[in-house]
């Protein structure tokens, strides 16, 4: 007996997703300007070429597609990819030394922040009225305070860090804040590679003094 197999045409899915990319787009948009509270869905429809019912197919509602956009311009893609199976990792994880590490981590951190920093900062303005965008950033926070463990384990197998894990993951959680990136290259104008030294010499000096109470 045979199986009835949904057939989905691959010129209807890539029509699906420049659709989707659309949205985003339209969203990454409008909700830097005029605001994530001031943009309706109609206007996220308008903006991308689509119907306002599209929208919520694709993302059921607004705080949805806050958060798609938010998880895309993260990692750049709108790919099904873990972050732990993104290939700076690897990069980050095949490198011996602390520095070489933080080097490489560096360099990644201010690719990701060039890419996303005006959605991010509109989402932490947003945050403070309005509760979906609160629980999206704080989320993100979450996300981001657990990624940097991960990251603090990678670094002690080098045997050169002299804080507790715990610690370490605190200095690098602050240290990779998107709002650092935006105060430094954005507003003061320093190169992109002063802040990737910058990052580098203050975590790497914290990590390997002795820890203190």
């Known amino acids: 007996m045979g199986v009835n197999r949904r057939y989905v045409s691959p010129r209807r899915q890539e029509q699906a997703q420049q659709t989707r990319r659309a949205i985003l787009d339209a969203a990454a ?5 005029p605001g994530y509270g001031a943009t309706p869905l109609t206007a996220v429809a308008a903006e991308a070429g689509v119907a306002v ?3 919520y197919a694709v993302f059921g509602n607004k705080r949805q597609l806050l958060s798609d956009l938010v998880d895309v311009t993260l990692v750049g893609d709108d790919e099904r990819v873990a972050m732990a199976e993104r290939s700076f990792v690897a990069d980050i994880r095949a490198l011996s030394g602390l520095r070489a590490k933080l080097t ?3 360099q990644h951190l201010a690719e990701t ?3 996303q920093v005006h959605v991010m900062l509109a989402l932490a303005g947003a945050a403070s009225a309005d509760a979906d965008a609160a629980a999206i950033w704080r989320k993100n926070l979450e996300d981001r305070r657990r990624g940097m463990e991960m990251f603090a384990a990678d670094l002690a197998v080098t045997g050169e860090v002299l804080v507790s894990q715990e610690r370490a993951a605190d200095v690098l959680w602050l240290a990779q804040d998107i709002r650092n990136y935006d105060w430094l290259v954005r507003e003061r104008g320093w190169p992109v590679e002063r ?4 990052f580098v010499d203050s975590v790497a000096a914290v990590l390997s003094a ?3 109470p």
Do not use: G, I, S
């Not at 948009?29 to 300007?33: A, R, S, T």
């Not at 802040?195 to 910058?198: A, I, K, Q, V």
């Open 29 to 33: 948009k409008l909700f830097v300007d």
């Open 53 to 55: 019912q599209t929208v």
């Open 104 to 106: 490489r981590y560096a």
């Open 113 to 115: 922040h060039a890419r």
């Open 195 to 198: 802040f990737e030294r910058w």
């Open 210 to 212: 002795p820890d203190r």
